[in-house]
């Protein structure tokens, strides 16, 4: 089934191009990279994708349905969540706190309920509070809710994130760099934890990474951005052996 599609997306910031005619498909339950080096366009790519940039040209649409110009609450709502390259966590509330701030997407109540703490409130507050525990226990923050989340470690502060945008109820979930700032232990328990999740929650993944042991490890197919452009498009096996890739991306020798 096919998840999200874009079409010949471009953006355009004045007379430069971040990215040009950007082709894309996911399919339910895959993992899919985009790879290019620094400036290739990658994180413009997952804006015009979650509608903080609107794109100059093209489509993009989510389970057949055009959302090329909703705004980000209105995608994440219907079920298309993200992460970002820098951490996004609300540092001076707890664990638990940051989990249930994104609960609120989905919640009935309107601000009089909540206010008044009005019993129909109150019963959604019991099951937000329910659903986030659960969800910190999945994915390894149990003992940690009370904490700062500002106390975490790093690699700590990185599953909040994620847990954070599963609390939104995703079908796609979007990772920009996860694995950015991490050691190889906890480069190793990402890679892990991102298979887990697309299992445990059903998701389909598309994500950033410079990371090649992540990126090699874990996508079924991947896309490679250069200057914008589109330079190639495989599994892991052609793109480690694509020329131009090892050219523009790896910078090294093609028996490297």
């Known amino acids: 089934m096919e998840m999200l599609r874009a079409d010949n997306i471009t953006m355009q910031f004045g007379?430069?191009?971040?990215?040009?005619?950007?082709?894309?498909?996911?399919?339910?339950?895959?993992?899919?990279?985009l790879i290019g080096p620094n400036g290739a366009g990658k994180t413009t790519a997952f804006?015009?994708?979650?509608?903080?940039?609107?794109?100059?040209?093209?489509k993009i649409y989510f389970k057949g349905k055009d959302i090329t110009y909703l705004?980000?609450?209105?995608?994440?709502?219907?079920?298309?969540?993200?992460?970002?390259?820098n951490i996004r966590l609300f540092k001076d509330l707890s664990v638990l706190d940051n989990v249930l701030i994104a609960?609120?997407?989905?919640?009935?109540?309107?601000?009089?309920?909540?206010?008044?703490?009005?019993?129909?409130?109150?019963?959604?507050?019991?099951?937000m509070i329910k659903k986030s525990l659960n969800l910190l226990e999945m994915v390894g923050l149990t003992n940690v809710e009370n904490e700062k989340s500002s106390s975490l470690p790093y690699g700590m502060q990185r599953r909040l994130e994620i847990a954070r945008a599963l609390a939104t109820n995703p079908e796609v979930l979007l990772l920009d760099e996860p694995a950015a700032g991490m050691n190889p232990k906890e480069t190793e328990d990402l890679t892990k934890f991102i298979k887990q999740i697309r299992d445990d929650f059903d998701?389909?993944?598309?994500?950033?990474?410079?990371?090649?042991?992540?990126?090699m490890g874990i996508s079924k197919r991947i896309y490679v951005l250069d200057y914008g452009v589109t330079i190639a498009h495989g599994?892991?096996?052609?793109?480690?052996?694509?020329q131009r890739v090892i050219e523009a991306y790896l910078g090294v020798e093609n028996n490297a």
Not at 47 to 58: A, D, E, F, H
Not at 71 to 85: D, E, S, V, W, Y
Not at 110 to 124: C, G
Request: cysteine-free; hydrophobic content about 40%.
């Open 103 to 127: 609960n609120h997407l989905h919640i009935k109540s309107n601000l009089f309920e909540a206010v008044t703490r009005f019993p129909r409130y109150r019963i959604e507050e019991k099951e």
């Open 203 to 215: 998701l389909t993944i598309f994500m950033i990474e410079h990371h090649m042991q992540v990126v």
């Open 47 to 58: 804006n015009m994708i979650t509608g903080v940039y609107k794109p100059t040209k093209g």
């Open 71 to 85: 705004a980000p609450h209105r995608i994440t709502k219907l079920g298309i969540a993200r992460t970002f390259q």
């Open 15 to 33: 007379g430069l191009t971040a990215v040009k005619d950007f082709n894309l498909v996911l399919n339910k339950g895959e993992i899919v990279a």
């Open 235 to 242: 599994n892991p096996n052609e793109i480690q052996n694509n």
